[in-house]
């Protein structure tokens, strides 16, 4: 005999931190060939609790030791809901449990549904998974069977954390907010989603400022160009476009590469190290021969399944593009030998030359998007379940 356990999330598995978070749990008891009326299957209890897990890299990251390192004579017992057991890190975040039932019992056939629904910390990390450190959210769903140990069900989901909607406060008196007559709705799911229209503005008019921003390329012995952007901040799935243009230099540039990248860095106090490097992950690259170009762009585009810029107490994110050039050493005219002295004539390259290399780096803010676009390219899935 068994109890199957379905947990949904209706909206999918993205979410901005301070929405409400809405998971339906379903408990069936499948009817099978072999059920009778004396198949029915008893559950003492369910609870669910939201928690945050924090992981880090060891040879990275030098952590004082967590109060949770006491030993738990109480985590030991399985008859105990402990959200977290078994998983790797810290629990620094975590909501207070919630009972969704005590004593259910379920015929042959019977199914019963349950809403757990949670408001989730404004103040927590966002979820990220770097090179030193992972944030990893989850809601974890316990039940127990009459006279059996407690099954956890796990639900993975990605949190945004977009900076100013914790100081947004929202009219109290609900009569001057624009309001649809012919829908009912629940005063948190309203709250909720005038939150994320809130969030969808703010990114809309932090993101749509455009200002030209011109930059010189120049090496030690001269000029190689100009770089044109039109702005420096953007959303989640959005693609940086920048434009070069090489008519105007006294260098010849033989080629370039532009690569999106974060740079995730540990906090002074927390480095395993002193002064250990920062680790750097290339998003996206863009590589081009322009010997004789006069102008040339490139667009490069902001996954939605990254992690925006963001600070802990312990790691922070920054976004950049790196750009590297490589010009020539010579006068452009030698880029060019004359193959032949007959009327026909045909140029080639050189086979050798000498070059000179360099790089550059532009930071840029690269803010969440709205969840729901974001749960289109999510690695979790809106359903999880377990058999009992």
């Known amino acids: 005999a068994m109890i199957e356990v379905l947990a949904k999330l209706g ?15 379903t408990f069936t ?24 897990q924090f992981h880090a890299s060891e040879n990275r990251v030098a952590l004082p030791p967590s109060d949770g390192s006491k030993h738990d004579v109480q985590a030991e017992n399985e008859t105990v809901f402990v959200p977290n057991r078994g998983e790797r ?43 030193s450190v992972k944030y990893v959210y989850k809601l974890t769903i316990g039940c ?10 796990r639900v993975p989901f990605r949190v945004l954390v977009l900076h100013g909607l914790k100081d947004y406060q929202f009219p109290q008196d609900e009569a001057v907010a624009p309001s649809n007559p012919f829908l009912e709705e629940e005063e948190s799911l309203k709250k909720d989603s005038r939150l994320a229209d809130l969030a969808t503005e703010l990114l809309m008019v932090a993101t749509s400022r455009r ?35 090489f008519s105007e230099g006294d260098i010849p540039c033989l080629q370039f590469s532009v690569s999106l990248q974060t740079e995730e860095s540990i906090q002074e106090e927390f480095q395993r190290r002193r002064g250990q490097p920062v680790s750097f992950t290339t998003h996206a690259r863009h590589q081009e021969s322009c010997l004789h170009t006069a102008q040339s762009s490139f667009s490069l585009p902001i996954p939605l399944s990254s992690t925006p810029g963001f600070t802990t107490n312990i790691v922070s994110l920054k976004w950049r593009l790196h750009f590297e050039f490589v010009t020539s050493g010579e006068s452009a005219g030698t880029c060019l030998v004359r193959g032949s002295q007959s009327e026909a004539v045909t140029w ?24 729901i676009l974001a749960s289109y390219v999510s690695q979790f899935s809106s359903t999880n379940s377990i058999t009992i």
């Open 29 to 52: 008891n499948p009817l099978s060939a072999s059920s009778t009326s004396a198949s029915s299957e008893m559950l003492a209890w369910a609870s669910a609790q939201i928690h945050c």
């Open 144 to 153: 127990q069977r009459v006279n059996s140990p407690i099954k956890l069900l």
């Open 89 to 131: 890190g810290q629990c620094i975040l975590s909501t207070p449990p919630k009972i969704l039932f005590c004593d259910l019992r379920l015929d042959p056939g019977e199914s019963k549904s349950y809403s757990y629904c949670e408001t989730l910390p404004v103040d927590g990390p966002p979820s990220f998974r770097g090179q």
């Open 211 to 245: 200002s030209l921003h011109l930059y010189n390329i120049s090496n030690t012995r001269g000029k190689v160009g100009t770089f044109c952007i039109f702005k420096t901040v953007y959303k989640i799935g959005e693609d940086v476009i920048g434009t070069f243009n």
């Open 11 to 25: 909206r999918g598995p993205v979410f901005l931190a301070g929405e409400v978070l809405e998971c339906v749990i």
């Open 348 to 371: 080639t390259g050189v086979e050798q030359m000498e070059v000179d290399t360099f790089s550059w780096d532009l930071p840029i803010k690269v803010l969440p998007t709205n969840p």
